[in-house]
């Protein structure tokens, strides 16, 4: 299915296609599944070429530099948000050298599923569908504060995820 996609649209990556795609699959056929995945890259590819990129609900097939500055937005905003409150989470982080860019990666390229229960993973995609990438953002930052206490126990940059 994502393979005729991508040959289809000519597509070099899509970073969460093949997740939405399997909790889709929990719930419909692989043909209904694979009309959504399709719908989901056409508006995708007609919103960058109206150059309407203010109206993309969804981003699911950027180029792999589109995606580097999508993860060090997300970073940035991140750490904007904490600028004026506590900022020992990223104190933390610094101290023992890792770079919080690494976690916000997982949580997009896997969709959550590392960080989240199955049922929360499955109520997040249906998010992401209604709403789109700013679905994105504010799971990912919810998912950091979730596991900020565990964060901290944590001492080694390679265990970290």
Not at 29 to 45: F, G, H, K, N, S
Not at 49 to 70: A, G, R
Not at 72 to 87: E, H, N, P, Q
Request: hydrophobic fraction near 50%; charged fraction near 15%.
């Amino acid at each position: 299915m994502l393979a005729y996609l991508f040959k289809k649209y000519n597509l070099q990556s899509a970073y969460c296609l093949q997740h939405i795609g399997m909790i889709l699959l929990i719930f419909m056929m692989p043909a209904e599944v694979y009309c959504i995945l399709d719908t989901i890259v056409q508006r995708t590819i007609d919103t960058f070429q109206e150059k309407k990129q203010d109206d993309l609900q969804w981003h699911v097939c950027m180029s792999k530099q589109q995606y580097v500055m999508q993860v060090s937005m997300f970073v940035k905003i991140y750490l904007a948000s904490t600028f004026l409150k506590r900022r020992s989470l990223l104190t933390h982080v610094h101290n023992i050298h890792f770079d919080l860019t690494v976690l916000v990666d997982n949580c997009m390229r896997f969709f959550m599923s590392d960080f989240l229960p199955l049922q929360s993973v499955i109520e997040f995609t249906f998010v992401f569908m209604a709403e789109g990438v700013q679905a994105l953002y504010r799971y990912i930052y919810a998912v950091v504060k979730l596991h900020k206490a565990h964060m901290f126990t944590l001492s080694n940059p390679k265990t970290f995820l």
